[in-house]
């Protein structure tokens, strides 16, 4: 792997080198671990997570040497220069027409994608719900048993390489037209309501205790959370600002499917 790294990492500087058949071979060999889910563009090392450029490098590289080609499935037509996966039956998905995801993305076997889209480079864990028109952005990381609803925007995060992706820990729940974006985290088995927007700079607020506490591109680990506004003095006058609330946490006391389930109830939060 180092030797692939090393690789990679001089035809990215190199465009000479990066027209040649080793430099071809070596990105087709990325592509392809990520697809079967051998490597992967961010990984939890020791408690961090860790991006690794070099994967991000690859598939830049893997656009810039595919061409353009035509793509026909029945009466559908495309014109693109990634494929999309297939042979779900063999990896145990399932896949609800017309749900789409492109080679270099790695769906787990027990993950269900309904009319959705995956991009090249993201990850997708077992028993995941991908929701009817959610999008898993580039290089994404979805964990396992988590939810996508309906319309989730999990933004991609490509460029520049160095970038951390969007990252949704095991268990979260992701409630109906959330956005996440800019390589924001949303921790283990967090709950986060319909329409809540989650960007490196949005002010996710915990309100439970005496005193808010502010956190910033990321979601603690099963707090509930909801949308929200704080004002701000401008020139013209005081306006308010989308911010996110943290009204609650899930409860040690019960498992993952009761809790999520008291969470909404309990706090009234809008899936």
Not at 50 to 69: E, N
Not at 93 to 106: D, Q
Not at 151 to 174: C, M, R, S
Not at 239 to 267: M, N, P, V, W, Y
Request: proline share 6%; aromatic share 6%.
């Amino acid at each position: 792997m180092d030797a692939l790294k090393e690789h990679i990492e001089a035809a990215f500087e190199d465009p000479a080198m990066a027209a040649g058949s080793k430099a071809r071979a070596a990105v087709e060999e990325v592509i392809g671990l990520l697809d079967n889910g051998t490597l992967r563009v961010a990984e939890k090392i020791e408690g961090t997570w860790t991006t690794h450029g070099w994967v991000k490098k690859a598939i830049l590289l893997y656009f810039r040497q595919s061409p353009l080609v035509t793509m026909e499935a029945g009466p559908f037509t495309w014109y693109d220069k990634v494929p999309l996966k297939k042979d779900f039956e063999a990896i145990g998905v399932r896949v609800v027409p017309p749900a789409a995801a492109r080679v270099g993305s790695f769906i787990e076997s027990g993950a269900v994608l309904m009319p959705s889209y995956v991009n090249i480079g993201a990850r997708v864990g077992s028993g995941t719900m991908v929701d009817t028109w959610a999008t898993v952005g580039s290089c994404a990381q979805i964990g396992r048993n988590v939810h996508l609803s309906g319309g989730v925007g999990i933004g991609g995060v490509l460029e520049p390489p160095g970038a951390n992706p969007v990252i949704v820990e095991d268990g979260a729940f992701i409630g109906s037209r959330c956005i996440i974006v800019e390589g924001a985290i949303v921790e283990k088995e967090a709950v986060l309501g319909a329409n809540v927007t989650i960007t490196a700079s949005t002010p996710i607020v915990d309100v439970t205790g005496a005193e808010p506490i502010e956190y910033r591109g990321r979601v603690p680990a099963r707090s509930v959370v909801v949308p929200g506004t704080r004002p701000k003095l401008f020139p013209a006058g005081e306006a308010q600002l989308s911010c996110a609330l943290i009204i609650g946490h899930r409860s040690e006391s019960t498992d993952r499917k009761t809790s999520l389930e008291s969470a909404l109830r309990d706090f009234g939060v809008q899936a």
